[in-house]
């Protein structure tokens, strides 16, 4: 069965540069979720989108910007990178009927 | 806001043994959860539970949604080496399946000795 994919899976960006992640919920899937974990943290929530419309919106910092397009995907757009947002950053979908979210393997971003 | 403990924080078991954790709120919640994270990997759904009182087995894993809405446990039977990893408890706050997010607890972390 198709899952949830995560692009790129590393990434590894200079402090002050910018960085796009980019997530594929799994087909008719219409709510994305976006987390991120720091080393040894658990996964913190950071926004949310429902059928092409940001639906949440929990810890994100005002430098990073998400959207959903048409097709359901969703980039994670992170400007002016600072040392701290180095983590996995992580995508979750799932069907406005169902509450079980699945996600997918990450993206490793390490700025430096 | 919700936050959700987990207890414990971690756990080494010999092989074959059997695991319980369990997962705590202050606030009710819908849904229950569980994950399981391996290193650098997405979290992977184990289980799902739905309403107060019910207990739902997936394979060796059984976990039950506590009647006050604020607990759950999940039980692991005869443990094998590839049951090592985090165990996350993961929380739907509200009726609104539209825009909550899910709120996770801290995780449990489990080795386990051959």
């Known amino acids: 069965a198709a899952g949830v994919i995560q692009s790129p899976r590393h990434l590894i960006k200079e402090k002050r540069e910018t960085a796009t992640l980019k997530c594929y919920p799994i087909p008719r899937h219409d709510t994305v979720y976006w987390y991120q974990q720091g080393p040894g943290q658990d996964p913190q929530f950071l926004i949310s989108?429902?059928?092409?419309?940001?639906?949440d919106k929990g810890s994100i910092p005002d430098r990073f910007s998400a959207q959903q397009f048409s097709d359901y995907h969703s980039e994670l757009n992170m400007s002016s990178l600072e040392l701290g947002d180095s983590a996995l950053y992580f995508c979750a979908s799932k069907f406005r009927l169902n509450t079980e979210a699945f996600f997918g393997q990450g993206t490793r971003l390490t700025v430096v | 806001g919700q936050q959700l403990n987990q207890s414990p924080q971690s756990m080494f078991i010999q092989e074959g043994e059997d695991v319980s954790m369990n997962c705590t709120s202050s606030s009710i919640f819908n849904t229950w959860l569980w994950y399981k994270q391996d290193p650098g990997e997405g979290p992977v759904l184990l289980i799902a539970?739905?309403?107060?009182?019910e207990l739902t087995s997936n394979g060796r894993l059984t976990a039950q949604f506590g009647i006050t809405r604020k607990d759950s446990f999940l039980n692991i039977s005869a443990s094998i080496p590839s049951d090592v990893g985090i165990y996350f408890c993961?929380?739907?706050?509200?009726?609104?399946?539209?825009?909550?997010?899910?709120?996770f607890g801290p995780g449990t972390r489990l080795s386990v000795l051959p």
């Open positions: 539970l739905y309403k107060a009182g």
């Open positions: 993961a929380g739907q706050p509200t009726d609104n399946p539209y825009g909550q997010n899910f709120v």
């Open positions: 989108f429902y059928e092409k419309m940001q639906s």
